[in-house]
């Protein structure tokens, strides 16, 4: 403390006290207040030796100084789940989707494991071993939204990140800090946005990772998905272990031919199968037609829409394994009845199936 105090006295005299002397000890501060595990307290107080012997002009400079903001940002102990309660997760399962109950299920034995393994690992030393869920389905059957859902139930902040087309490695395990405007990948830059290291994060279309030159993204995931190894996950950017075994993942599918058979290993697979017309129905009247309401600005009294122009709808119109297209054709319905109800027409406007063509 003394020796900083003299430096600080002498750098006053030499008139180069200013900025860099805050910023040297705002810093410090942030390094001592984010509880850094003992390797990456190692790296960024030796990273913060460095900044203080060289100039604010350095280039290197604004690299070390990025650097210490990215590790004293993530959340390296900062978690936000509460209690699991199995009655709440059922009812918010059963609230935002119909029937998919063998799912549902599966998600509720997942939930009721995590919670026993919670409260008895303190006692009796047990320790779960949670599995990646995998829901593999046709476009518009519900995946995205289950995941969701999940985190709804469980209290926990929700992340997506689609992997679409993904060819570059370095999207996954970051870039090396020796690259000009190196990052670190989507899922550290993904903690940093949630802020807590226990989110629910859903990886969209891993049946459409690429690979090429630049690396084979599917083999980076399978340190990222494997509960053994992704505790001391390694970011290219960071170097130094981040514990990702807290993170929920969960991946999405329309076909399993496509995964590369290592990550599908990784993975337990859920089938989520198109609905039937029966289940449509359901859909529509229960989810589909009061949101679509709410979204068109009308009021319920103002639009019926009869059973039967439904099951029109669905059999005439709409021949898809999801619901996403009968969603957009109620919602073509929803705009016709508001053009109308802003011409001051009588409501309430009752679509006929007989209607349904000139609609």
């Known amino acids: ?5 003299q430096l600080s006295a002498i750098r006053k005299e030499l008139g180069e006290e200013g900025d860099d002397g805050a910023e040297m000890k705002i810093l410090r501060e942030k390094i001592e207040q984010a509880k850094l595990p003992p390797e ?67 998600i509720l034995e997942y939930l009721a494991v995590k919670k026993l393994g919670e409260e008895r690992s303190a006692d009796e030393g047990i320790k779960t071993r949670e599995p990646i869920l995998c829901f593999v389905g046709p476009p518009g059957v519900g995946k995205t939204s289950l995941g969701q859902s999940i985190a709804r139930a469980l209290g926990r902040k929700f992340m997506r990140q689609s992997f679409g087309g993904l060819h570059d490695e370095a999207e996954i ?6 690259y000009i405007g190196a990052m670190p990948g989507r899922i550290i830059q993904a903690l940093k946005r949630v802020e807590t290291r226990d989110p629910v994060i859903m990886l969209d279309e891993v049946d459409k990772i690429g690979s090429d030159w ?20 390694r970011d290219n950017y960071l170097d130094v272990p981040f514990d990702l ?15 590369p058979p290592p990550l599908l290993d990784r993975m337990e697979v859920l089938q989520l199968p198109g609905y039937t017309e029966h289940e449509k129905l359901n859909i529509a009247q229960k989810y589909l037609i009061p949101k ?8 319920t009294g103002e639009i019926v829409i009869p059973e039967d122009t439904l099951r029109g709808i669905i ?29 001051n027409k009588t409501t309430p406007i009752t679509i006929k199936p007989a209607e349904l063509h000139d609609y």
């Not at 940002?73 to 900062?78: D, E, R």
């Open 315 to 343: 059999k005439d119109y709409t021949r898809e394994a999801g619901v996403r297209n009968l969603e957009r054709e109620i919602a073509n319905l929803c705009r016709k009845v508001a053009k109308a109800v802003a011409e």
């Open 292 to 299: 679509e309401i709410k979204a068109n600005a009308l009021r």
């Open 40 to 106: 990456a307290e190692k790296e960024s107080k030796r990273e913060l030796g460095r900044m203080e012997k060289l100039s604010p002009a350095s280039p290197e400079y604004s690299v070390i100084r990025t650097y210490l903001e990215w590790m004293t940002s993530l959340p390296w102990n900062k978690t936000s789940a509460t209690a699991i309660d199995i009655d709440k997760a059922r009812t918010t399962l059963d609230e935002d989707h119909y029937d998919l109950e063998k799912v549902k299920n599966r």
């Open 245 to 259: 075994s807290k993170v929920m993942f969960i991946t999405t599918a329309n076909q399993l031919e496509t995964i």
């Open 173 to 178: 395990r970051g870039h090396r800090r020796t």
């Open 1 to 5: 403390y003394l020796l900083r105090q």
């Open 214 to 233: 630049r690396g084979d993204p599917s083999s980076a995931l399978l340190e990222v998905l494997d509960p053994e190894q992704n505790k001391d996950f």
